[in-house]
Nanobody, 122 residues
Framework: QVQLVESGGGLVQTGDSLRLSCAAS????????MAWFRQAPGKDREFVAG????????FYSDSVKGRFTISRDNTKNIVYLQMSSAKPEETAVYYC???????????????WGRGTQVTVSS
């Protein structure tokens, strides 16, 4: 049974940093590009960041480029999202995803985590 379990969400202030983690089990982690998506209330789920299978390439939405960093530890089957300079409009549920390929769209997700809430207060 595949499980992607996110952790690290919570309430932060504008400008703060936060690190999200996603622990994967039940899948061959090395085979999957991994990504983070987020969904704010009333909005579509959107791509935030993605990373290649070996971690050599990372990809970001324009809105987070330069502030967020995605990384992975293939020895522990964990993917991270380091968030910095957080903004109130980034309040959302953040989802970890194992991708079918390195095409960063929700329709291309093989497995979803259940999400972790991030709230950025002003």
């Amino acid at each position: 049974q595949v499980q992607l379990v996110e952790s690290g969400g919570g309430l932060v202030q504008t400008g703060d940093s936060l690190r999200l983690s996603c622990a994967a089990s039940g899948l061959n982690f090395l085979l999957y590009p991994m990504a983070w998506f987020r969904q704010a209330p009333g909005k579509d789920r959107e791509f935030v960041a993605g990373i290649s299978t070996l971690g050599s390439n990372s990809f970001y939405s324009d809105s987070v480029k330069g502030r967020f960093t995605i990384s992975r530890d293939n020895t522990k089957n964990i993917v991270y999202l380091q968030m910095s300079s957080a903004k109130p409009e980034e309040t959302a549920v953040y989802y970890c995803a194992a991708m079918k390929s390195a095409t960063w769209r929700p329709a291309n997700v093989e497995y979803w985590g259940r999400g972790t809430q991030v709230t950025v207060s002003s």
